[in-house]
């Protein structure tokens, strides 16, 4: 079962074999992390099932194109 496949039985309320997961870090905290195990790929192996992104920027429409809209990058 791909990860995706688990995440969607999961949602669909069907028997996984994990729970998916998902969790971020600060820095501070992978480096403690790091420290801690001794694992500089430690992150890696922690990878979880879901991927966010999200735009924390404000659009702004473009003058003389009514709908379009550009970000900040």
Do not use: C
Request: aromatic fraction near 14%; charged fraction near 30%.
């Amino acid at each position: 079962m791909t990860r995706r496949e688990m995440v969607i039985a999961a949602l669909e309320h069907r028997e996984t074999p994990v729970v998916p997961w998902s969790i971020d870090f600060t820095q501070q905290a992978v480096d403690n992390l790091v420290r801690y195990t001794g694992d500089s790929d430690i992150i890696k192996k922690l990878e979880g099932y879901l991927i966010s992104a999200y735009y924390d920027g404000w659009p702004t429409e473009i003058h003389g194109r009514p709908e379009y809209f550009k970000d900040d990058f």
